[in-house]
């Protein structure tokens, strides 16, 4: 019996790399875990991967993209409707299709890296809450990043987004406190798809910078949302807990 046994949780942008991770780290604990993403195909692969690490867990995959209203609501319903509720709230998604020079941004694609990082995440919390959450209570975990809070002059438009997403994590403390934590890690640079144009070719140099002289991986960041998801967490709430091996506390993000 895990930490989360008899828990439901819903993990977004859970295809691959963190939000994978994360999902199979909840299955782990015991809880049972609707995985979400905008493509079927690599969605079923990663509810299988589960599935294989966790034997017995109860596991299922829900297409759907963050930055739609009606595939929201649809992920919600059937994740309440298959596995019977909706305890953890791990909000993974993130896109960032926009370049460093703000000045030379096209606004409609910086109006979607809000509207899926930050207004979907808000999103995932309304349903979540109204479903659920608001007579039961939960967890809810946002993934931000350590470009929420410094600047990096390369993720200009994403770490704005991330730090609103920061902002919005400690206003919904707020309000949906006692009964529901809500809270963020922040991870640094992490061997994911998503990251990988800011290491391949040169992982050591990258890492060198960092206090562990490593880059992360999925799974220290998953150990980290996985703890604030259980009640060893129960007095942690509107926290961003950095997970990023130090980095910050060199001063530097480069």
Same mark, same amino acid.
């Given at each position: 019996?895990?930490?989360?046994?008899?828990?439901? %949780?819903?993990?977004?942008?859970?295809?691959?790399?963190?939000?994978?991770?994360?999902?199979?780290?909840?299955?782990?604990?015991?809880?049972?875990?609707?995985?979400?993403?905008?493509?079927?195909?690599?969605?079923?692969?990663?509810?299988?991967?589960?599935?294989?690490?966790?034997?017995?867990?109860?596991?299922?995959?829900?297409?759907?993209?963050?930055?739609?209203?009606?595939?929201?609501?649809?992920?919600?319903?059937?994740?309440?409707?298959?596995?019977?509720?909706? !305890?953890?709230?791990?909000?993974?998604?993130?896109?960032?299709?926009?370049?460093?020079?703000?000045?030379?941004?096209?606004?409609?694609?910086?109006?979607?890296?809000? !509207?899926?990082?930050?207004?979907?995440?808000?999103?995932?919390?309304?349903?979540?809450?109204?479903?659920?959450?608001?007579?039961?209570?939960?967890?809810?975990?946002?993934?931000?990043?350590?470009?929420?809070?410094?600047?990096?002059?390369?993720?200009?438009?994403?770490?704005?987004?991330?730090?609103?997403?920061?902002?919005?994590?400690?206003?919904? %403390?707020?309000?949906?406190?006692?009964?529901?934590?809500?809270?963020?890690?922040?991870?640094?640079?992490?061997?994911?798809?998503?990251?990988?144009?800011?290491?391949?070719?040169?992982?050591?140099?990258?890492?060198?910078?960092?206090?562990?002289?490593?880059?992360?991986?999925?799974? !220290?960041?998953? !150990?980290?949302?996985?703890?604030?998801?259980?009640?060893?967490?129960?007095?942690?709430?509107?926290?961003?807990?950095?997970?990023?091996?130090?980095?910050?506390?060199?001063?530097?993000?480069?």
């Amino acid at each position: 019996m895990g930490e989360l046994a008899g828990r439901v %949780a819903l993990v977004t942008g859970a295809s691959r790399g963190i939000g994978l991770a994360i999902a199979t780290a909840l299955a782990r604990e015991g809880a049972s875990v609707a995985l979400s993403g905008r493509k079927p195909e690599p969605l079923d692969a990663a509810v299988a991967e589960v599935a294989a690490a966790v034997p017995g867990a109860a596991v299922i995959g829900i297409p759907g993209n963050t930055g739609q209203d009606e595939d929201r609501a649809h992920v919600v319903d059937r994740t309440v409707a298959e596995l019977g509720g909706l !305890d953890v709230l791990v909000n993974n998604t993130g896109i960032n299709p926009v370049g460093a020079a703000l000045m030379d941004a096209d606004l409609n694609a910086v109006r979607k890296v809000f !509207d899926t990082n930050v207004v979907g995440t808000l999103g995932f919390v309304q349903l979540a809450h109204r479903a659920w959450m608001a007579e039961h209570g939960g967890a809810v975990v946002n993934v931000a990043s350590v470009a929420g809070l410094r600047s990096t002059g390369v993720l200009s438009a994403y770490g704005a987004s991330k730090a609103a997403l920061i902002r919005l994590t400690e206003e919904l %403390a707020w309000q949906l406190g006692p009964g529901i934590r809500v809270n963020a890690v922040a991870p640094g640079v992490v061997k994911t798809r998503f990251a990988q144009a800011l290491y391949t070719g040169r992982e050591a140099e990258a890492g060198s910078v960092y206090p562990m002289k490593r880059l992360g991986t999925p799974e !220290d960041v998953a !150990d980290l949302v996985t703890f604030l998801a259980t009640d060893k967490a129960s007095w942690i709430t509107g926290e961003t807990i950095r997970v990023d091996g130090g980095l910050l506390a060199t001063g530097t993000l480069g």
